[in-house]
């Protein structure tokens, strides 16, 4: 990643839960972190859908980030966002990082239970859920996997983009963005 390549940082937004099992879509928001500007890219996912991998690479492919900063990759429910494909087809470095500690068997558990895809889905994301590992940055541990970067230059990145708090000023930022647009739209009627 170049001094200046930009950073897509892609976190989801509030849904009620009567929306689970496909029944509703919820935002999701990318913020591309550069020496200019923040820039926003806006897509909805279906929730408990398998279209947030899609809906991250064009954002990815779009913005020509140099890096794609995930929270977690379980999103709207059970999607989910595939870092190996979004590695290869993007072809940025992939971080994922785990803001709580995950429990494997519990999410293997759930996908078994709910859906006919289930291995398609858990084969997506084990890798993020079971490898996930601690580094230390410069304002406290974080849980990370990190794909086509080695731990420790992530790491490193990661410190120099966290202000406020450990969470990565970009992820911090989306996940508002999400969370704010995503209620609004539900109030609106268009969600």
């Known amino acids: 990643m170049g001094r200046h390549s930009p950073v897509l940082a892609v976190d989801d ?13 919820t935002v999701l928001a990318g913020i591309l972190y550069s020496a200019g500007p923040l820039d926003l ?11 947030a991998t899609e809906k991250a690479l064009r ?12 929270d977690n990759v379980i999103y709207a429910g059970f999607n989910y966002v595939d ?10 470095p992939v971080v994922v990082v785990v803001k709580h500690r995950l429990n494997p068997a519990a999410i293997h558990d759930a996908l078994r239970k709910h859906f ?3 291995e398609e889905r858990w084969a997506a994301i084990s890798k993020p859920v079971t490898g996930n590992v601690e580094v230390e940055t ?7 996997y990190a794909a086509g970067i080695d731990t420790a230059t992530a790491s490193r990145i990661l410190s120099r983009l966290q202000v406020y708090s450990r969470i990565p000023e970009p992820l911090r930022i ?8 995503s209620r609004e739209l539900l109030k609106m009627g268009l969600l």
Do not use: H, N, Q
């Open 59 to 70: 954002m990815c492919i779009d913005a020509d980030a140099g890096l794609v900063l995930l």
């Open 13 to 25: 937004g509030y849904f009620p839960p009567s929306y689970k099992a496909g029944a509703g879509r």
């Open 138 to 144: 410069e304002k406290g541990s974080l849980r990370i």
């Open 174 to 181: 989306a996940d508002m963005a999400a969370s704010a647009i």
């Open 116 to 118: 006919s895809d289930w």
């Open 41 to 51: 890219l806006i897509d909805t996912v279906v929730v408990d859908g398998s279209d």
């Open 83 to 92: 870092t190996a494909r979004l590695l290869e087809e993007c072809g940025a």
